[in-house]
Nanobody, 126 residues
Framework: QVHLVESGGGSVQAGDSLRLSCAVPGSTLSGLVMAWFRQPLGKEREFVATIGRRGGGILYSDSVKGRFTISKDNAMNTVYLQMNSLKPEDTAVYYC???????????????????WGQGTQVTVSS
């Protein structure tokens, strides 16, 4: 397991943008598959985006495709989630997740990750 530190959540208006950050101190980001999940209040946690190790691909959920961008800076050991054109239905606690399991290429489900951040609240008002 790795230690994940998230930041960047907040309250915005519909149509605004936010960027979430997930720092991975003490680990080598290039060896990890990273993902973002979110959990709206009263609902189950759901997949948002994932990025493979060493440029091994990117996937998005249909609900955020075209609006959100996942990226990583290996030198900074940080993964980002750029969220544009935010909608009220994007309101949720957002979690960064990771795995060093070499059998995982992309993490689209919770059972493919083994490390979680503390979560950061994103609230989008109409």
């Amino acid at each position: 397991q790795v230690h994940l530190v998230e930041s960047g959540g907040g309250s915005v208006q519909a149509g605004d943008s936010l960027r979430l950050s997930c720092a991975v101190p003490g680990s080598t980001l290039s060896g990890l598959v990273m993902a973002w999940f979110r959990q709206p209040l009263g609902k189950e946690r759901e997949f948002v985006a994932t990025i493979g190790r060493r440029g091994g691909g990117i996937l998005y959920s249909d609900s955020v495709k075209g609006r959100f961008t996942i990226s990583k800076d290996n030198a900074m050991n940080t993964v980002y989630l750029q969220m544009n054109s935010l909608k009220p239905e994007d309101t949720a606690v957002y979690y960064c997740a990771a795995t060093s399991n070499q059998d995982v290429v992309l993490a689209t489900t919770e059972d493919r990750v083994d490390s979680w951040g503390q979560g950061t609240q994103v609230t989008v008002s109409s």
